[in-house]
């Protein structure tokens, strides 16, 4: 009985490590990452629960770590002052697992819908991670970030 539960343990073990998925990281080395394969990335904003402007940071069933990014090729000309605006190049909320940013991509694509496309984005998923990029980018520029999402390792 046993080499049974050692087995067992060791495939929980195993199980719990295998786990290399992106949602292990942070918002913070998610962007660390992009800015690897996009260097026109720059980090603008690391949130923290009390200046999360949405109050979603922590919250149960959201996100656990968030940033606001800058693209230098997002044209400065009508853009809001404020450089932690996802127009300015975009964003990463990441979530305790896939189903969980899921979700949140398709209320954030439901808000531009119900606006009539007034603000949109676009939105890439893997794992636990949501990228948000500025529609103010081509969408082969856009493309460039769920190339380097799935890069990620």
Request: one cysteine or more.
């Amino acid at each position: 009985m046993k080499p049974i539960v050692l087995a067992a343990a060791a495939i929980l073990a195993l199980a719990g490590c295998s786990s290399s998925s992106t949602s292990t990281l942070t918002a913070e080395q998610v962007t660390q990452k992009l800015t690897e394969r996009i260097p026109t990335v720059s980090l603008t904003k690391a949130y923290t629960a009390e200046d999360d402007p949405n109050k979603l940071l922590g919250r149960p069933n959201m996100y656990t770590s968030k940033v606001a990014f800058a693209d230098s090729r997002v044209p400065a000309e009508g853009l809001p002052d404020d450089k932690t605006q996802v127009e300015h190049g975009g964003g990463v909320e990441v979530f305790p697992d896939e189903a969980g940013a899921t979700a949140r991509m398709k209320q954030i694509q439901e808000i531009s819908k119900n606006l009539g496309g007034m603000i949109s984005e676009y939105d890439y998923v893997r794992g636990g991670v949501l990228v948000r990029v500025s529609s103010k980018l081509t969408p082969d520029q856009a493309k460039e970030y769920e190339s380097a999402l799935a890069a990620i390792q």
